[in-house]
């Protein structure tokens, strides 16, 4: 039995640490695996339609710091897996395999004063708990290792993470040129020097995906620097997304720091260049596979932008970057770690 504690899903309405448990569940079921998952009130798509099996205490923002009750629990159960940093309860904790995956150390290196203490807190606290740890990237185990030392101690495996079902779309025709964002635009994301490298190319728009509407001091700023060349397409889904990258000039993706990086994935996977920053896991992910920049800011991005005007260099670049996009994928990702449950479990 493998215990899923799904706090994740009332956590976000959507997001990629629910991409990843909901792919992991798929592969479960499709090795008719015994499981349980434990939902909470949420509005979360990826569990719409599944019974809530448990109430919270008393709110989710106090929930989501408690040990999981596991009243229901069921000797045989062997794995417990939390979606996010959460550990069962003392009474039983010894009598479970307990597994934590760490998707990045953003709230440690760019702080936000106590929320962070408090996140890091309990990351430090489910992670010194486990008995084993997956990392979404060498980048992230370093991390783990840089600022919770005492985890050294502890199994330590990399399973990358996967992207959806992506490919270069027939027909890339499209009346509008753009240039691709995705994701959320706070602080580390950069979002303001990828706004800024467009300023001097008015033969390109800017497409934003995710991260919620614009702000009325993103819209200021839009308008200064690309006056009429932008616009937020909102929630897409999966068939979109891929429509709009297959579609678009290229992606930008300036982040100075990333757990993973899945849409610098996506992208390779739909056909479309990549320009990113050659920092943290992009660096690692991307391989050689996309334009990276070092110390990244717009001049260099608009510099970019202009090297991928030549069609030779720009084909190449799509291939290579198709090539090795094929490498990951969430069924890689749900196998890998089923068998690092098992190794944990039953150590050799």
């Given amino acids: 039995m493998i215990i899923i504690d799904g706090i994740i899903f009332s956590l976000q309405q959507s997001g990629g640490i629910s991409v990843y448990f909901d792919e992991l569940i798929k592969e479960i079921k499709k090795n008719d695996i015994s499981y349980s998952l434990i939902v909470y009130d949420n509005n979360n798509p990826y569990v719409k339609g599944l019974p809530v099996n448990t109430k919270t205490r008393l709110n989710m923002n106090i929930e989501r710091f408690l040990d999981v009750d596991l009243g229901f629990f069921e000797k045989g159960s062997s794995i417990f897996h939390s979606s996010y940093y959460r550990l069962p309860n003392k009474k039983i904790r010894s009598e479970l395999t307990v597994i934590t995956t760490v998707h990045d150390f953003t709230e440690e290196i760019f702080s936000r004063g106590a929320k962070s203490y408090v996140h890091h807190w309990q990351k430090k606290r489910a992670i010194l708990g486990s008995d084993g740890i ?134 390779m996977k739909s056909g479309c260049p990549v320009i990113g920053s050659n920092s943290s896991s992009v660096s690692e992910i991307a391989s050689g596979a996309a334009i990276l920049i070092d110390d990244i800011t717009s001049d260099k991005i608009s510099d970019a932008l202009v090297v991928l005007k030549d069609d ?37």
């Avoid at 990399?158 to 027939?170: E, H, Q, R, T």
């Avoid at 200021?220 to 006056?227: I, K």
Wanted: hydrophobic share 35%; glycine share 8%; net charge neutral.
């Fill in 134 to 267: 997956i990392c979404i990237s060498e980048c992230t185990k370093k991390d783990l290792l840089k600022f919770i030392p005492e985890a050294a101690n502890i199994p330590i495996k990399v399973i990358y993470n996967g992207v959806g079902d992506f490919k270069p779309a027939a027909n890339k025709k499209s009346s509008e040129k753009y240039v691709l964002f995705v994701g959320a635009r706070n602080g580390y994301k950069n979002f303001s020097a990828c706004v800024q490298s467009l300023s001097t190319h008015s033969d390109l728009n800017l497409v934003v995906v995710g991260g919620g509407q614009f702000t009325n001091d993103e819209i200021n700023f839009l308008e200064e620097n690309v006056p009429g060349r932008y616009r937020h397409a909102g929630y897409v889904t999966e068939v979109l997304l891929n429509d709009l990258y297959s579609q678009a000039y290229c992606l930008i993706y300036p982040s100075l720091y990333e757990g993973f990086g899945i849409p610098v994935i996506e992208a």
């Fill in 312 to 348: 030779v260099y720009r084909s190449n670049l799509i291939a290579t970057g198709f090539e090795h996009s094929q490498k990951y994928s969430w069924s890689k990702m749900a196998e890998q770690t089923l068998n690092f449950y098992n190794e944990i479990r039953d150590p050799k």
